[in-house]
């Protein structure tokens, strides 16, 4: 089994490291690493964010891990070559149009959520964010207006087949979970969100056994902090569950603990083909110290061994040896306490 490693600019290549580590000391069968060029670091190296060798990489291989993409000095560069091109590239040219990010407190961390105890203690959530349509990937550009200001503009879009297929996925996550399924979206102004919502309420029609929601997504927000206990699965578009997500890492305790899958249909001999990625960036406010904490970098490798291995035993592992770390009280900076990235990767391999 190959897996590409992709740790990128910023903290990535720090969290990437550990997650690695604990990805070594298991020990699979056959296992081979490939190391390539994203971001700024590719950018710097060949002129492009996503160079050719590393896509060719990615598509030879079994699973990619990939740290973060982004810095600074690279942002006012032309669009096309800045350095979250790289992951934006990967998810589309790789076809990875379902991003499952699971948001669930671990005991101990109650206390650390930005929300009260009690309401931090319900969370256990997925949301499944549509990664490869939205406006992200429309058209967009800069122009004159006819009075001669400046004037941003970005095409939002969505096809009918591209709701369906994320549809299916949010579905399909609702029934292996609690059968409850919230689409989130803006249907009372956007005619996306609109063809969002009638679609989903036409694939509902194929799953009876789920129970089919909608919600607003200025309410959603209020709702995630409110009263996070109410969500299940959470299907929505690629710019809402962007926003939602690093909303949900915090009424867990921090977005150093939020792990994701990024996934399409291409079937390996081991599993899903898939990108495993943390949910934050390249933190570049902490780059370079050793502050990050490395945890969703590892319980996306925790991600990658379900999904793309199909190896639910090393999954748990992973997952336990985290869990436990955190509550015998290890703690990086983000939570309050002074460990750095390496000591904390240290703890969770202490605990395999
Ligand atoms: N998938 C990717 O590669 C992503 C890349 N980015 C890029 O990353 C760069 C920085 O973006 P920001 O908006 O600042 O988001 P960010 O997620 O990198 O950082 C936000 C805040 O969270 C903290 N933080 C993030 N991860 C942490 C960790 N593991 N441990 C402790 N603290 C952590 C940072 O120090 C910062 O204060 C930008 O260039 C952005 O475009 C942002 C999100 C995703
Ligand atoms: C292109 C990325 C920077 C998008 C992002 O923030 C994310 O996927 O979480
Ligand atoms: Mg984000």
């Given at each position: 089994m190959k897996i590409a490693i992709f740790s990128g600019d910023g903290i990535g290549s720090e969290v990437t490291r550990e997650a690695v580590r604990v990805l070594e000391a298991l020990k699979l069968p056959g296992l081979t690493l490939l190391e390539g060029d994203v971001g700024a670091a590719a950018y710097h190296r060949?002129?492009?964010?996503?160079p050719a060798e590393t896509l060719d990489m990615a598509r030879v291989s079994d699973a990619i891990l990939f740290g973060a993409v982004g810095d600074p000095s690279c942002d006012n560069l032309e669009r096309h070559l800045r350095p979250e091109q790289a992951v934006l590239g990967l998810r589309s040219e790789l076809g990875l149009f379902a991003n499952l990010r699971p948001a669930t407190v671990f005991a101990g961390l109650e206390d650390l959520s930005g929300l009260r105890p009690e309401l931090a203690r319900a969370i256990d959530l997925l949301i499944v964010r549509e990664l490869n349509g939205d406006v992200y990937f429309g058209d967009k550009g800069m122009r004159e207006t006819a009075d001669g200001q400046r004037e941003g503009w970005d095409m939002m879009s969505y096809s009918e087949g591209e709701v369906r297929r994320i549809a299916h996925s949010g579905f399909l996550a609702a029934r292996k979970r609690g059968s409850k399924l919230c689409s989130v979206d803006k249907a009372n102004v956007l005619e996306t969100s609109q063809l969002w919502r009638d679609v989903m309420i036409e694939v509902a029609a194929e799953y009876p056994d789920v129970e089919l929601t909608h919600m607003y997504v200025d309410n959603a927000a209020m709702q995630m902090v409110k009263n996070p206990g109410q969500f299940d699965v959470v299907v929505t578009g690629n710019l809402f569950g962007d926003i939602l997500s690093d909303l949900a890492s915090m009424c867990v305790g921090s977005i150093g603990l939020l792990a994701s899958a990024s996934l399409g249909e291409r079937q390996t001999e081991y599993g899903t083909f898939g990108l495993y990625e943390p949910i934050?960036?390249?933190a570049p406010d902490i780059a370079g110290l050793g502050k990050a904490n490395p945890m969703a970098t590892i319980l996306s490798v925790a991600m990658m061994l379900r999904h793309s291995f199909g190896d639910e035993d090393q999954a748990c592992k992973v997952e336990t040896a985290v869990a436990r770390a955190l509550s015998d009280g290890v703690r990086g900076g983000d939570l309050g306490g002074d460990l750095g990235t390496e000591a904390i990767g240290d703890a969770v391999l202490e605990r395999l």
């Open positions: 060949h002129g492009r964010p996503l934050h960036g390249s």
